[in-house]
């Protein structure tokens, strides 16, 4: 990398460490990203960028798990109150707050990088040891909190936008920025694949801050993507007095409690890694009536076909048996489903070789377990279909706590890591 | 009762019947009964009543389990636009919707009756078989019903007012007439008796419609009115990446399942009636992270202070057990208690006397187990205590489906046999 | 009853205590009291009244639960060893351990006497705050204990034996002393009655010591006896090395534990008494092996044979869930049931009136709710399909811990209660 | 090795596959392998081999989990009814049935080999499709079989001892041949390396058949050998009538229960591989009886010393959680503990070389993962202490069933290939 380029990268880290922490602050589900997206979008067209949104870079029909009209309405006007463009969130609606911004600068192959954006639905730590808290950037918005770094994801993708818009980075050929909403649970991916957002690609790159690798590693592929799938499950009895009636009663919430232990409880696979969680449930309506319904948010993990569909038989015969044992009905609605998939060897190869250069980076691992899924996997699914090359790479960062945990929070500096990465992967093989 | 009397009953039940279902059309939960108190304030009024309500007759330091300021605004809002008068409803501010007339006439003794008004958080049926919905009078308010007779209460009680205020009916003293919030969860009794609005009464009367007592017979009080104790229990945990770091988690929803299986589970009482209910239960806020928070409605039933006070041990012991299990912590907080009571014999006997000459009841019985609690209760430990006559006595009903069922209906004709049986006691022991 | 009965009680009160004692500390299983059976049929032959045995008064086609072959084997070689007569024992082969005594004296009706006999799978209490510990006669034989009182109720039936022998007792007609084997579980009284025992009988009376009922008091009926069904329950998976491959397997062990919970956990009958126990599970066979097969022993109870089935039917589904939940094949082996009864009022009242006049009987309850069955009930429905009369009362007794309990003692002062409370109403009835 | 010797294994092979066949009939639990021993020592001594029995070979000091003395007396009684020689069982007592046979030649190194040989209690399949069913071998213990390969195991050792000991295997040194009993439940390698029993050996070998390792292919590490730990875990309740007083007993029968379904629950660790299993679970005496005992058999294993201090953590928390909400007393005994160890890169490669070499090999990987562990590895960290070689190497073999299935079988040809692995590495190593 040039020295201008190197220049302009440390000159320009303090606002891209803002923007990160103004996206922290501001975190929006999945979905409904338009103050996130509306943010992307500007900027990209403000470097230069083709920008295309909505129906232009997502399939609605590939579209499950979209948050209700009411949510939707609710979170756009809160947007705009805090900033975002009407003009490009009306290009959203529904939900399709995906956002991709193309630069051609001559004659070469096209290369996509994608960039997660959504947060999660936690409630952020407010103690003081909470980095985002002591320095006044914690969520604002009460029970969503950026927990898994993709306010860094948003913060190097623009990064990168603006370092390669520089005329001093050397690359030719076509840039394609894709900003995808709704990484947690797995739905916003497939949508702008259905739209062909990398049909036209030659490499694919994503990657993902921390996943416990230590700030100043980077690991070359991901190892085990985990494959899941995502229920909705209900439960329903018979609503009854509980005291004066309860043998009339069946009790929906007891048939919940009863899978969730049972889910939790199921026998691991020996020979692969397997994963089960009930992370929400809800059930009954007051406290002296036998609880009608109960619904439980599950989803089922596997590191292939095989195990994700033991993991699935299990759970299915587990949730059948609570039913049973309630004299309940249930219905198993499926929700979403990731995939796993890996990365080619000259794809990484090439992240391998760039890496080893960047400073900063003391060690370069050829794979890292990531511990869970992304959906990128359907990215680099299309670009293997296509014959083509796709690279998942963890970028390392000491973290305070765990991904998902409300006291989650990676180190800065490796934004600049990230972006070093990112810049110098486009000037390998953009040529 | 003279022939007026009874030709005054006759011509007006087509209108207290519609009343009742104006009432069920609309239910209120409690607290939030600002449209039927409303309704029972203006009625009384117009029937010639002295009105009191809200700080009058209700005491808020011993209010608890009211709900949010913004359900309350959202509740009032609705009661305005579906017919309620601000004149009444802006005294009832904080849920304070409790109503009161008074009915002053010669000399003689006090007498005062108590009828509950508040719904229930249930999403009414709305199959053909259901009457309500059959004829038009479903629930419009989603997730809310009438579904313990309280609506038939409040006609009966309207239509007692207009009854006695009729000069036919003979009678000398004073007429309190109590129209109770907030029965369900046992907490709208004790805020009034901390007001004193029954310090002054010689008699207390307080009836339900059904509890299994078929159409056409009366119990002259009830038996076995079960002492509860509602606790609302939370459990918090450490939220984490379901797959990627799940030992890092200590999840609640699942000390909150074990928790409600534990609790239903616990041996009940050999000598005695107890219950336990787990009514609601929620936890979790994403899919894919270990949930940090869980929180239980519960409540625990004895037909003694020795039964409860063993309930509420074990639960107490179960819920220990289950944060203990999960590396969570608990909290219990304790949000409603009410009593049981007797019924005094010299009330009993009169409600025996009158019952056995009202047209229509076939069989007086001279106790039955109600399978529940009612906080009359409250009202009847300070009668008790101030040396005066209470009696809580059951109206037959023939149901369509058991109290809190959302199939629940009583028969429309036993408000008929609940006036007659009101305006007789009123005769029988105001003189 | 004369001075000279009154004086021959008190002289041998002493010897029945020893008697008891010695009961007491040789316990002996249901169908399998080879020992105490042969000490009551070789005393009743000495007191001069005809002795039948084994075939004679057991039908073997209504036994079930009989222990096994080799079970019984071991049982009979330790009876032997301790003195039971082999004159005896030879009759008694597979279990069929019952014994009734017939005297015959002039004209006159014929009155049968119930007593049982088996003890229970208890290992006894070794605390000196314990009786029979802290005065030598606690059980010899470990994991048997009398903690039902049936070691009185033997003691009772041969001091009855004793007096009813005596001339000074007057009555007339004839008098069956039966001595009953497994009383717990349900199992010994149908093979009695199916043999005829008491087709000749015109009046039946059973009784049972304690039920809660205090010392010098008796009732002269028992309330609420609790009709129940017992059920062995199997559940069959599939073993695997619990580390190689978990997933392999399918895990009884859990399916048998789930079932205990959900068993105990079903919500009870609003308007019955109603009980489930799971008293007995095993499971499984190897430390590091997915247990292929679970067993539980359970039983439900009901005050009604509708509230019977309420239970059975919930049970079953929870048995069915379980096993569903698991992976797992299940089956539901019937092994007993036990039937309610009641009293007639003619047998009520001779318990009653002769109650009334037993020195140290303070209070006569008409009836006292025993929480529990007996299959006494088995004998007081065949009287009462042939129109006789029947009467199960009760003999307070202080208890130093409840029925079952391995502290369990009672008053051996009510062993003179008890045996004149019989001896009464054999001279009050058998003229 | 030379064709002598090749002749020598194909004439011999047919013996070796029936002297399996009858261990396989007559299978032995863990420290009662007192037929088994015998007929090891005997043949090892016929041999030549110096033989060491006994004390000579364990340390009691090290044993845990030894059997009661009356089953030790009944497995001895019969292991002599069936052919066990008393010379060298009396040298057994207390279980301990190890064997060391020494066979030394000339100079060299002293080369150790360990053959566990305990079976596990289980019922063996009797379908057709099981091999030792149909070929009429099966296991004639009731409740006991060899499903692990042990007694592969056993034959493996005494052909190699055979080989060995003919003058045509070329090596020099000192040989010594482990029988070790009580693999299962990780107890009998450590009292056999107290007892010092490796203390002078160079070089360490041990394998196990099967593994989900094909039939063709050798794998010259174990992978991940899981550590372990072991606890026997007991609940104290309160024995109460079931129907009569529930609410006097405290079930510890419910605290096993969910004590079970929680530790299945546990979450799984995120980095590591991580098992429980409660393998199994008796509580309880008398059906309608409060259940007042209860115990669990469980382990806990993770693949490093951190994830079995997570997993013992958690499960702790579990079994006081159970205990507390079932108001029980517990007690976690432990009972024995595995490590995991890694093979010396010398040692594997001495198998990888030998294994190359053999006919009927066609894969040789450089580890494998067997989920699950043997308590080798005591003998293997003892040889890394000392600065020597260990390698624990896996012989595949296509099974019928999974490892402790009651289906399971190995092909027994592969007898073949591990003596001819065994022998040649003798011949590798022992120069």
Not at 337 to 361: C, F, L, Q, Y
Request: glycine letters at 12%; hydrophobic letters at 45%; charged letters at 25%.
């Amino acid at each position: 990398m040039s020295a201008v380029v190197e220049r302009l990268i440390a000159e320009r880290l303090p606002d891209w460490i803002a923007l990160r922490r103004d996206i922290h602050k501001h975190p929006e589900l999945g979905f409904l990203e338009f103050r996130t997206a509306s943010r992307a979008a500007a900027t990209l067209e403000r470097l230069g960028y083709a920008v295309q949104v909505g129906h232009e870079v997502m399939d609605p029909a590939a579209m499950v798990g979209v948050p209700a009209p009411q949510a939707q309405e609710d979170a756009l006007a809160e947007a705009l109150a805090l900033g975002a463009e009407k003009r490009w969130t009306d290009r959203m609606v529904g939900g399709m707050t995906g956002v991709v911004g193309t630069l051609k600068r001559g004659k070469g192959p096209t290369v996509a990088l994608r960039f997660d954006i959504d947060a999660l639905p936690l409630r952020e730590a407010s103690e003081r040891q909470h980095g985002p808290a002591r320095s006044g950037y914690a969520s604002t918005r009460p029970g969503v909190m950026h927990a898994c770094g993709h306010d860094g994801h948003v913060a190097i993708g623009l990064a990168v936008a603006e370092v390669a818009a520089s005329p001093d980075l050397r690359w030719a050929g076509t840039l394609k920025l894709i900003f995808q909403p709704a990484e947690e649970g797995g739905r916003g991916a497939k949508p702008m694949v259905e739209a062909g957002v990398v049909d036209d690609a030659d490499w694919f790159f994503a990657a993902h801050l921390g996943c416990s690798l230590p700030s100043g590693k980077v690991a070359a592929a991901a190892e085990k993507m985990l494959f899941s799938t995502k229920w909705d499950v209900a439960f329903t009895g018979r609503a009854a007095h509980a005291a004066g009636n309860p043998h009339e009663g069946r009790n929906a919430l007891l048939a919940g409690a009863q899978a969730a232990l049972g889910l939790h409880g199921i026998a691991r696979h020996g020979h692969a890694t397997t994963h089960v969680n009930v992370g929400v449930m809800t059930a009954g309506s007051g406290r002296n009536v036998i609880a009608e319904r109960a619904s439980l948010l599950i989803e089922v993990r596997g590191d292939s076909d095989d195990s994700l569909d033991y993991m699935e038989g299990r759970a299915r015969e587990v949730i059948e048996g609570a039913a049973k044992a309630q004299g309940c009905a249930h219905e198993i609605r499926p929700v979403g489903k990731t995939i796993g998939e890996t990365s080619t060897a000259r794809a990484s190869a090439a992240v391998s070789e760039v890496a080893g250069a960047v400073p900063g980076i003391g060690e370069v691992l050829p794979a890292w377990e990531i511990g869970g899924g992304d959906d990128a996997a359907y990215f680099m699914r299309r670009m293997r279909e296509r014959g083509k090359e796709a690279c998942y790479f963890v970028v390392g960062s000491d973290l305070a706590a765990c991904h998902h945990a409300v006291l989650f929070d990676f180190q800065e500096k490796d934004i600049e890591t990230g972006t070093r990465l990112y810049a110098g992967l486009i000037e390998r093989v953009a040529r």
